[in-house]
């Protein structure tokens, strides 16, 4: 199968394959190169950079000076090169928002996305697959680095970053899933993909990255960590993100309406994150007050017929 054009499925209802490979041709990646890129992007985010090991990757966010979030992603090192691995759309509008501080640093950040490709690799027989083809690969740690690039290992599931042509050798003759079945593990794992769409909307907490340990609250100073630390210490925070579940019959964007159904009829309740539709299943990530019934019921208000209930998070939210 095509590495750009994958056709398999996979639905969050059936049993995980056991090898699921999937090109995550809907990933973009920015790379923060430079003697100084640590200390750039450990002011600019988030997360403690000066803290990750060599070894190890972390969630983190990128806000604007209001603590709005422009970007969520994941953070990791490829030997010097830091990258942050976000939604592609995210990329293009994130990458100036960062260029307009790193001028005063000996940092450049660039979009690599069309040298890399980044797989996603689930199932029962995962770790021994990219054990046979990357002998020092070890599920002891969470960053494995290769010679050419990395891999992300994420509990049961695992992301490999290779340069582009490396990538493509190593998964021929294999059947390749697309991107639709990893957005849906994502989802399910309640991982925030933050599109463009959506910047300058949320405060971290908000899409639960303290959850995800995607927030520091002693690094001292970033873009934003005034109200990071507000919602915090004060309690400002009002919404959290949500897993739903259910069917739609029509396409289901980021940009769609979700209605929380009560004894008079609907209203508008939440924002969409992100959704994926497979089989005629639907399943999203939404934001929502933080109090809402975990038994509330919800549809797209573009699709009349549609359901929706809260699946449980796979983390706590308490503090």
């Not at 190593?170 to 925030?192: F, K």
């Not at 990530?285 to 209930?309: G, H, M, W, Y």
Request: charged letters at 20%; one cysteine or more.
């Amino acid at each position: 199968m095509s590495l750009t054009d994958p056709q398999l499925t996979w639905a969050p209802d059936a049993q995980l394959p056991e090898l699921l490979i999937s090109p995550l041709s809907h990933l973009g990646l920015i790379q923060v190169t430079g003697e100084q890129n640590r200390s750039f992007i450990h002011g600019q985010i988030t997360a403690d950079v000066n803290a990750l090991s060599a070894d190890d990757w972390c969630w983190g966010a990128h806000c604007d000076p209001k603590g709005k979030m422009l970007s969520a992603f994941r953070l990791f090192a490829v030997a010097d090169a830091l990258m942050l691995l976000m939604p592609k759309d995210t990329v293009a509008s994130d990458l100036p928002e960062f260029r307009k501080y790193a001028v005063f640093s000996k940092a450049e950040l660039n979009d690599v996305a069309a040298t890399w490709t980044i797989l996603g690799v689930a199932g029962s027989a995962a770790a021994d697959w990219i054990k046979g083809h990357f002998p020092a690969f070890s599920t002891d740690h969470k960053l494995i680095a290769l010679e050419q690039g990395a891999v992300l290992n994420d509990g049961e599931r695992f992301l490999i970053v290779l340069p582009t042509a490396v990538a493509s050798t190593l998964v021929e003759g294999e059947a390749l899933y697309h991107h639709s079945a990893w957005q849906a593990l994502e989802i399910l794992a309640g991982y925030p993909a933050l599109s463009a769409a959506h910047q300058a909307q949320f405060v971290p907490q908000m899409c639960n990255l303290q959850a995800l340990n995607g927030i520091s609250f002693t690094k001292g100073c970033y873009m934003g960590q005034e109200t990071v630390a507000r919602m915090k210490y004060r309690g400002g925070n009002k919404r959290a993100m949500y897993i739903l579940n259910g069917t739609a019959d029509i396409e289901v964007t980021a940009e769609s309406t979700l209605e929380l159904a009560l004894e008079d009829g609907f209203r508008p309740q939440g924002t969409i994150v992100e959704a994926v539709q497979i089989d005629g299943q639907l399943l999203l990530t939404a934001v929502l007050p933080n109090d809402t019934e975990r038994d509330a019921k919800f549809r797209i208000a573009e699709a009349p017929q549609s359901q929706l209930s809260i699946v449980p998070l796979p983390y706590t939210l308490e503090e």
